[in-house]
């Protein structure tokens, strides 16, 4: 019964001190009988259902003494009186149907779904029953709603041991008290009103408004919820831990803050640490969903562009990229519009376009088709009739001028080296950068009728980096120019939040999607978890992303190389983080630049994917200018990294005129793949189409073959 006591103490319904007193006098009673009469006399007041459990494990359910009152929008422990004449030691379980999850739930439910529940199983107390003739167990109760509300709550203590005549239920008529409303005001750095992030808990670590009861624009998968200046929460009386942030570009505020009897009101006003846009940085995802994996399905198929927008707005991520895909597809087709959502409000644009995924040609790595004008391929009004080659998917959408890669890219590249670029081929049996292999020797007709590559960017930062860039590295080597873009995949790889994944682009004033879009394929751009930054790369003075991103010498020379950089770490290091393996979340993550126990990160110059400067950056969020030199002998690409947080695009530096053939053992590795690619993907292409695969596989043999051939260095 202490242990009842203590756990009461810890989810904020202590006993008072009167009937404290009372239960240890009844403890210390020496007459069994006697004592148990006075424990059940201070405890009954507390209980809303009384357990029977008899011999044969049948259980029957009665109303307690309680009162049945909750609050609105909050939780309120009661107490469970167990009789267990079967001295089972199982775990006592509580379900009703007005305690289902709103997601998946039809929509004529959702009114019903009012309430959630759980048993409090932390310490001191646990999930089972301990076998006493009589026990206790603390219930935790939360209503959605105001007013008179009706739940049935059935109690078990497993499979078959709910009693046959429904005595195991109980209906309960509960008067929920109304929440106070807090208005909030949130104001960016400057002052004006905006979006931001807010973790809102109590001392029992509950999350509000209580996730299994949330609707869009807030999501049941999220801890927090994204509101604007002038909205509002509603939130019993009590004291609360509330975490405001707008993105990883900001610092979070963590306050304790208290509701009384009176009007609420909570202010905040975003810190930033770094602001990157200021010198013309665009952040952006190219990849995230308002449909399938976590999202909803019901009671409406996925969520609305106004819904995705709010989290845009919270992240501070000035684009995103809604991609329609396999899950809804044919409900979430009728946003698409080849501009910008209406929601979109400048600095801050959404836009609706395509991944192939979960049809097509997905099985061979799954597509993001960005700029589309036409969203569905020629043939049909859906998505079952695309083809079963990536190559031809990435043909159609090239003739729209699109800007288009793999997702995903380390899925099907997985290998346990550490090592960048590493040896070791792949099996090339996932949805990622596998068909990308094939694709990348290839060009398509572009926009304008002329060829151009048939694909612009590997995409980055939500798979382990050394599957990501070991392939990009040696398709550089090689002496093809794909760039790299930021993404989340969200919901799917990561639901915490959009933006996890980013490209940074460097633009203008006026710029547009459009603008954006072709800044990445420019390599006008770096890559970042938000949290360190490699800002105005220079070569000789040459800014990244123009002309081509070359540097050209007439002979060998020594290239200056230029940033401005910054990253941010906690001041103690996050062991958690850490200790991971690479190919364990989160892939990419400045805590994993950490050098030791330091605040430092280490930002790397690479030539041809080996280190050839190096120099350590004090992470406390303050913007440094650096430079490093190498000697260039031949021609090749260089970049800088801060790994696994940021990479930049690569400077083409060319000698004499020569192509990039860093090295022979790269394209090796790529005719390797070729061949492997084959070996897993041929069986997916059918009919014609596998016709045109084997010309597209040869094709790619030969470019390799040709380029093995030009290599002079291993």
């Known amino acids: 019964m202490r242990r009842v006591v203590e756990g009461l103490e810890i989810v904020g319904a202590p006993l008072g001190a009167q009937e404290r007193a009372t239960l240890d006098a009844a403890l210390a009673e020496p007459d069994p009988e006697l004592s148990g009469a006075k424990i059940q006399a201070v405890l009954d007041p507390h209980v809303l259902l009384s357990v029977d459990i008899n011999p044969e494990m049948r259980v029957k359910v009665q109303p307690g003494d309680a009162a049945p009152r909750l609050v609105e929008g909050g939780w309120r422990p009661f107490l469970v009186k167990v009789h267990n004449e079967a001295g089972t030691t199982a775990e006592l379980r509580a379900t009703s149907p007005q305690a289902g999850r709103l997601h998946e739930s039809p929509a004529a439910e959702v009114p019903d779904r009012w309430l959630a529940m759980e048993f409090f199983a932390g310490q001191p107390l646990r999930r089972e029953l301990g076998g006493l003739p009589l026990e206790y167990r603390i219930l935790q109760l939360y209503s959605r709603d105001a007013g008179k509300r009706e739940a049935r709550i059935t109690l078990d203590v497993g499979q078959g041991t709910q009693d046959l005549g429904f005595r195991s239920d109980a209906n309960v008529l509960f008067e929920c008290a109304p929440a106070r409303t807090v ?63 707008r993105g990883p570009e900001s610092l979070v505020d963590r306050r304790e803050l208290e509701i009384g009897q009176g009007p609420a009101e909570w202010s905040f006003r975003v810190r930033r640490w770094i602001d990157p846009a200021k010198s013309g940085w665009v952040s952006g995802d190219h990849h995230i969903h308002a449909a399938g994996c976590s999202h909803y399905s019901k009671p409406t198929e996925g969520v609305l562009a106004a ?115 590493n040896l070791v081929v792949p099996p090339f049996n996932g949805i990622g950068a596998n068909e990308y292999i094939v694709d990348v020797t290839h060009e398509v007709p572009g926009i304008d009728g002329k060829p151009v590559p048939a694909v612009d960017f590997l995409s980055t930062v939500d798979t382990p980096y050394v599957w990501e860039l070991n392939i990009w590295y040696h398709t550089l080597n090689a002496g093809y120019r794909t760039r790299i873009s930021g993404e989340t995949d969200f919901p799917c790889i990561y639901g915490d939040r959009v933006g996890l994944g980013r490209s940074y682009v460097h633009l203008g004033a006026n710029w547009s999607y459009e603008d954006w879009c072709e800044g990445i394929r420019a390599g006008r751009n770096y890559v970042s978890d938000g949290f360190s930054h490699l800002m105005d790369f220079k070569a000789d003075g040459h800014e990244l992303g123009t002309g081509g991103s070359e540097l050209r010498l007439a002979s060998p020379g020594t290239v200056r190389f230029t940033a401005r950089v910054a990253a941010r770490l906690e001041e103690q290091p996050e062991p958690a983080v850490q200790s991971r393996s690479y190919a364990e979340k989160p892939y990419w993550h400045v805590e994993r630049a950490r050098i030791g126990k330091s605040r430092a990160v280490p930002v790397e110059l690479i030539a041809n994917g080996a280190v050839v400067g190096r120099t350590e950056l004090v992470a406390d969020g303050t913007a440094r200018d650096i430079a490093m030199e190498a000697r260039v002998e031949k021609s090749g690409w260089y970049a800088l990294r801060i790994l696994p947080s940021a990479h930049t695009n690569p400077f083409f530096v060319m000698v004499g005129g020569q192509p990039i053939r860093s090295s022979r053992r790269s394209v090796q590795w790529c005719l390797d793949g070729v061949e492997q690619c084959w070996k897993s993907k041929e069986r997916l292409y059918t009919g014609a189409e596998h016709e045109q695969a084997v010309a597209a596989y040869d094709h790619a043999r030969a470019e390799y073959r040709r380029r093995l051939g030009e290599c002079a260095a291993d």
């Open 183 to 245: 208005r909030l005001r949130i104001m960016d750095e400057g002052g004006v009103p905006t979006t931001g992030s807010l973790r809102i808990t109590d001392a029992q670590g509950h999350v509000f408004p209580a996730p299994s009861k949330r609707l869009a624009p807030d999501f049941f998968f999220h801890p927090q919820v994204y509101r604007a200046d002038g909205e509002e929460v509603r939130l019993p009386q009590g004291r609360y831990t509330v975490e405001f942030r």
């Open 307 to 421: 819904d995705m927008m709010r989290h845009v707005l919270g992240e501070d991520l000035k684009v995103g990229a809604n991609l329609t895909w396999g899950p809804c597809f044919d409900y979430q087709k009728q946003f698409f519009r080849g501009v910008d959502d209406p929601v979109s409000r400048f600095p801050y644009l959404l836009r609706y376009d395509v991944e192939v995924s979960g049809f097509g040609s997905h099985q061979s790595g799954h597509l993001c088709l960005l700029q589309l004008r036409e969203q569905i391929y020629p043939g049909g009004a859906s998505k079952d009739h695309w083809p079963k080659l990536g190559l031809n998917t990435l043909r159609w959408a090239k003739r729209q001028g699109a800007l288009v890669g793999p997702a995903h890219s380390g899925w099907g590249l997985e290998v346990k080296e550490r090592a960048l670029p």
